[in-house]
């Protein structure tokens, strides 16, 4: 199973895999075919994450922690969305999920993991601001 926690923040989303102690902001990745489990919070207003295509919609609460549980039937590109409003860069808290292969999801865990970002206290304060249409990092 791939566990990935996700982080609701003004205005964008943090995704932390622990098993790989890897994160990427604005996007994910997973393999087809395997579990995932999603473990849904927010340091931030309440929202909501769903991907449409994948799995319904769950909230992510401060101080507390929901999950969402999904297996994709099929490679592709699908969006996440946030949907709860939360404020005036709500409409910017779209993001990527890509569903690869299983070797495919290894061969970019390994670029994800070799990036010279990391995410600490002083990376994680600065992605806390709040902040419209934010890009793709990992």
Do not use: C
């Not at 995704?15 to 395997?34: G, S």
């Not at 579990?35 to 799995?55: G, Y």
């Not at 994709?72 to 946030?82: P, Y």
Request: hydrophobic residues 40%; aromatic residues 12%; neutral net charge.
């Amino acid at each position: 199973t791939v566990m990935i926690e996700a982080i609701a923040l003004d205005w964008k989303w943090l995704f932390i895999y622990p098993q790989t102690r890897t994160a990427t902001v604005n996007f994910v990745e997973i393999p087809v075919h395997k579990p995932v489990r999603f473990f849904i919070t927010s340091d931030a207003p309440m929202n909501s994450l769903e991907i449409p295509q994948l799995a319904g919609q769950i909230y992510a609460m401060t101080g507390m922690q929901t999950k969402l549980n999904l297996r994709a039937g099929s490679t592709g590109d699908f969006t996440g969305l946030s949907t709860n409003y939360s404020g005036d860069g709500f409409s910017g808290m779209n993001f990527p999920v890509k569903v690869v292969t299983q070797s495919q999801y290894d061969a970019w865990m390994k670029l994800v993991s070799q990036s010279p970002k990391h995410l600490d206290m002083t990376t994680y304060n600065q992605l806390f601001k709040p902040s419209q249409n934010n890009p793709i990092e990992s």
